[in-house]
C-alpha cells in the first residue's frame, strides 16, 4: 500500500488547463488544489499446468 497527498494554493490561482473556461475565466481559477491518494499492489498469476498421461 502507497499513500500520497498532495496540496497547492495559489492567492492568485492555480492554471490547471482542462478545469480552466476561457470565455469566463475569472470565475473557473481554482485557488487551491489537494488530492488524498491510496494505491494498492495487486498481482495475480496463471499457470497452465500440462496433461500428464496416467497408464493403468
Known amino acids: 500500500m502507497n499513500d500520497r497527498?498532495?496540496?497547492e494554493a495559489n492567492a492568485q490561482g492555480i492554471?490547471?488547463?482542462p478545469?480552466?473556461?476561457f470565455s469566463n475565466l475569472?470565475?473557473?481559477i481554482p485557488k487551491n488544489f489537494n488530492e488524498d491518494l491510496r494505491f494498492f499492489?495487486?498481482?495475480a498469476y496463471l499457470v497452465k499446468r500440462?496433461?500428464?498421461l496416467v497408464s493403468l
Open 26 to 28: 475569472g470565475a473557473t
Open 5 to 7: 497527498s498532495y496540496d
Open 41 to 43: 499492489k495487486t498481482n
Open 50 to 52: 500440462s496433461a500428464e
Open 15 to 17: 492554471g490547471l488547463i
Open 19 to 21: 478545469v480552466l473556461n
